[in-house]
């Protein structure tokens, strides 16, 4: 009783302890998700407006583009096409429930239609599409497959979005077209022209000018849509890479200089190779016979120079220890002209449609064959009738010329080795039955049959736990001290990487390394963090060494674009100041430039001689009259002096409504591009975006 009347006494004090640790369980588990950093928790992988984007729901997306992609693409590159596709999607939606915009049946059909053309079980029998046959198919998959039919629901949600989507596009296209007067304009942009004289000063003709990190500042703060950013890192690594020290390389040619002097079967007496090379080779024995002239490489000749049975080695090639033995020298053709018939039966490797038994196809080659032999014109046409391989049956059953070793060996070793030139003959392989007729064959060429014995030289068990005690304790001092002294102290190269994105998967120098993209990224990663990271070829230890937030850039990460424009500025005010009157000739003496001339010059091209594009120099200089000179310009390239000599403009067409066509068109185009719709970044600005795939893939 006593124990009880405690509890109760302290239940209060119980109450509050329990609460404070599961408040530090919640805090705990809010960092660990970013959860007061800019990343929300990872059930759901973006937010786009007010609508989440489900992690559930993204995961089987990004799985089933995996799967169409057939493994050609990661699964992160598959993440990014599926966020693209989630965000076109609903930015879409989310406009059209703005807009109230409604489709009825008839438009959703009309759109499946389109979708389900050509499709037989949609068509009736002049191939158009059938709306009774869609029916009749919807109520039958209603009965017998639910599954199925709650697929096709969600294909007619998807048509009806189409349909939607071709409304508002088709009332945007409305909204863009151009009008008459327009046309107008772009055709007196055209063909109007200018001839002016004209000085130009180049900016580098002022004093020197000073921008300040004020006047950085200053010009950010007036443009700040130019420069935003997202988040990015920089980080610096050294690499570990697995690689066999001298001790592996010293055991494994003791191990391959053993097979040519140890046992009563070694390499250079053993009368079974393939065996011989199946126990001790990583490389098969391969039982052909190759062309002198194919041979290449650094003991290609050595090896030719053999005699028979004689073994050379070891030698270093290809990063592995090698003996090669020669076993056979011989004459063959390389190249042979031949034809076939190929007859199959069931079983075969091709055409499991035939029926024909191997008997029954046996004799239909033998019949064939003796066709031909009496008349060899109705090789083609026979070939045309019966053979199997349509390809070649399609050219009278011409192979062309075949090199050897290019067909299997059967086949092979017939016409290469058996037949005689200009002959017919049945060869039977794993295809079925071919009747060949061998045409013509090249002279014979020296070839050798050798046998390899291969042994890579690769990483022990030793070297490979020195490598990662090496790793591990480079890790460690650099955690504790100066990664670079650390890594200067063991000879190894820091090699730095700035700016990298959210959604990288690779790191230059090491390849595919999202893990150490994602670890640069969490929240609790800061600045000097350093971590290892097995790469499968050995180890890579990376640190932090910048973290830029998503927003706007600073002075100091604006300054390379920045500076070069505000210099520009800042020169051509002082070399304005300098020009006290419009004299062309004086102004071009006093800054050692000469008076230039420029004809033909319009608003769709607005190219100066020696100062390339300024549109704001010609636009100004089309606003003038014949005979002004103008105030001193700021263009692209330096500051201008215009004398306007003469203005043509252009005679009126009749009608403007071709070229105001072919605006529209172009408007048009522009706007339904699918990769950078205007319309779709427009309303990507719109809306507050919050992107996460980076925490999940």
Sequence with gaps: MAILSKI????????????LALFAFVLTDLFKNGGFSGDKATSA??????????????????????????????????????????LRRTLLKQ????????????????????????????????????????????????????????????????????????????????????????????????????TFEFVKVPFDKAEEVEVTKSDIKSYISDHKERFQQDAKRDIEYVSFEEEPSEEDNTLILAEVEKLVTEGDQNFKTTDDVQQFLALNSETPYNDTFVFEYNLSGEFAQDILDLD????????FENESYKLTKLLERSQKPDSVQTSHILVTYDGTRVDGSVTRSKEEAKSLADSITSVVKRNSSKFAELAAEFSSDRQSAADGG???????????????DYVFEEARVNSYGVVETDFGYHVIYVEDRTSPKDVVKLATVTKRVEASDKTLNELYRSAT??????????????????????????GINKLDETIPGVGRQRSIVKWAFEGETKVGDVKSFDTGNGYIVARVTKKT?????????????????????????????QIEDNNLVAVAAAFG??????????????IIPGGGREPKIVGAAFAMEVGEVSQPLKGDSGVYLINLLEKNKAEQLPSYRSIAKEETEKRTRTLLNPRNSPIIEALKNSKEIEKNIHLVY
């Design 549 to 577: 937030k998503k927003g706007l850039k600073s002075p100091e990460e604006a300054s390379a674009v920045v500076t070069p424009i505000l210099r520009k500025r800042k020169q051509a005010e002082k070399i304005m100041s």
């Design 398 to 412: 011409d192979l062309n010329w075949i090199t050897y070793g290019a067909l299997v060996p059967e086949f092979n």
């Design 593 to 606: 430039q000469t008076v230039q001339k420029a004809t033909s010059v319009n608003m769709s091209n607005p």
């Design 308 to 315: 028979i049975n004689e073994v050379y080695g070891p030698y």
């Design 45 to 86: 992988v973006g937010v786009i407006g007010d609508e989440e984007i489900t992690r559930e729901g993204f995961a089987a997306e990004v799985e089933s583009i995996v799967q169409q992609s057939q493994g050609r693409i990661s699964t992160l590159q598959a993440a990014k096409q599926a966020w693209d596709n989630n």
């Design 473 to 498: 304790k480079f890790e460690l001092g650099a955690k504790k001290g100066d990664f670079r002294e650390e890594a200067e102290a063991i000879e190894k190269t820091v090699k730095p990487v700035n």
């Design 95 to 194: 406009e059209f429930e703005k807009l109230g915009l409604e489709v009825g049946a008839d438009q959703i059909t009309e759109v499946m239609s389109q979708q389900l053309a050509g499709d037989p079980r949609f068509s009736n029998q002049a191939g158009v599409f059938d709306e009774a046959k869609l029916k009749q198919f919807i109520a039958e998959l209603k009965l017998t497959s639910p599954e199925q039919y709650q697929q096709w629901l969600n294909f007619e949600k998807s048509m009806a979005v189409n349909a939607k989507s071709q409304l508002y596009f088709n009332m945007i296209k409305a909204g863009v077209k151009a009008t008459l007067l327009e046309g107008q304009q772009i055709y007196h942009q055209e063909n109007d022209n200018l």
């Design 8 to 19: 109760r006494e302290r239940t209060v004090f119980l109450i509050v302890i329990i609460a």
